[in-house]
């Protein structure tokens, strides 16, 4: 959602595109979060960790252009694709933040 609103600033908007995302896999999205959530039992340390990835994403993925996460966003957005086809989507331009316990303690303590 971030780096919608920051591509739509510079006339790359693909804020329809996300928001069909979200109607279709808010499932999806809401069960991988629950991993994240019991690690860190919800809460202010929670909502930190999502606020990270999403600052830190928010500021650019990877290596990807505007107009290719806008196009990713377009692919994700298509109702067939199950949870494994949103990870492949993802890793194609970088959008895969480091798992693990580790990782979520450092996040979560910034």
């Known amino acids: 959602m971030v780096s919608s609103l920051r591509c739509r600033l510079i006339g790359v908007d693909f804020q329809a595109g996300y928001a069909d995302f979200a109607a279709h896999h808010r499932g999806k999205v809401v069960a991988a979060s629950l991993t994240p959530q019991a690690h860190f039992g919800g809460g202010v340390t929670y ?15 990877g290596g990807a252009e505007w107009a290719e ?27 895969s933040p480091a798992s693990g316990e580790e990782f979520c303690d450092v996040i979560a303590q910034r």
Request: hydrophobic fraction near 50%; avoid cysteine; charge should be negative.
């Open 69 to 95: 996460l806008a196009a990713l966003t377009r692919s994700a957005a298509n109702p067939a694709h199950e949870t494994a086809d949103l990870v492949v989507l993802a890793d194609r331009v970088g959008i």
């Open 47 to 61: 909502d930190r960790f999502v606020t990270s990835i999403a600052n830190y994403y928010g500021a650019g993925v």
